[in-house]
């Protein structure tokens, strides 16, 4: 079955940089379009920014994270990346990676690293 | 930017039905998904493209939609379906993925 592992969180000062990983199994990733969400303490979810099978970002990156975090994949590695720089505290929560299905609903999804700005 | 509205919190009583809404500018146009997430999980899809229902997911979930409004509905309903619900939406004039706030339910 298609499970994906997140792993990269911790905690961090503002300012800073945190690369965050999703590896994927159960699924080629050169097929498959892979998106993170976040979710801060007792909020919502948001979207962050999605990748598709062959690396295009067209989607871009929710106004929140624009200019300061960069997605990108190796699909050798089964891996998604997402390198999140000039932290700042409301960066703080969940992040979430998950897939695209057919019909554009996330499909399946990690359990989550947790990420804490300090100021 | 596209904008999603969901109430804070629906309750209803263990058997009857919850309807949970999720307005947006003419939302009709877009294929509506819906997620359940319970606290500490991460979450699951239970209606895709407005009315698709993943393997696992029981028959008492399913979802309409009108012109502005969309609605996930959950008929006899369970102490098991306590959670929050997101509606979500692409919008395709940005790109974006969009999800609304979320609905707290409570089953009482």
């Known amino acids: 079955q298609v499970q994906l592992v997140e792993s990269g969180g911790g905690v961090v000062q503002s300012g800073k940089s945190l690369r965050l990983s999703c590896a994927v199994s159960g699924i080629s990733l050169s097929v498959s379009e892979i998106l993170w969400v976040r979710q801060a303490p007792d909020k919502g979810l948001e979207w962050v920014t999605l990748i598709s099978h062959n690396g295009e970002i067209r989607a871009g990156y929710a106004d929140s994270v624009k200019g300061r975090f960069i997605i990108s994949r190796d699909n050798f590695q089964s891996t998604v990346y997402l390198q999140m720089n000039s932290l700042i505290i409301e960066d703080t929560g969940v992040y979430y990676c998950?897939?695209?299905?057919?019909?554009?609903?996330?499909?399946?999804w990690g359990q989550g690293t947790r990420v804490t700005v300090s100021s | 930017s596209y904008v999603l509205s969901q109430p804070p919190s629906v309750s209803v009583a263990p058997g009857k039905t919850a309807r949970i809404t999720c307005e947006g500018d003419d939302i009709s146009s877009n294929g509506v998904h819906w997620y359940q997430q319970k606290p500490g999980q991460a979450p699951v899809v239970v209606i895709f493209f407005d009315s698709g229902r993943p393997s696992g997911i029981p028959e008492r979930f399913s979802a309409s939609k009108s012109a502005n409004t969309a609605a996930l509905i959950i008929s006899r309903a369970e102490a098991g379906d306590e959670a929050d619900y997101y509606c979500q939406v692409w919008d395709d004039s940005s790109g974006h993925r969009v999800f609304g706030g979320g609905t707290k339910l409570t089953v009482l």
């Open positions: 998950a897939t695209l299905g057919d019909g554009g609903s996330f499909d399946n």
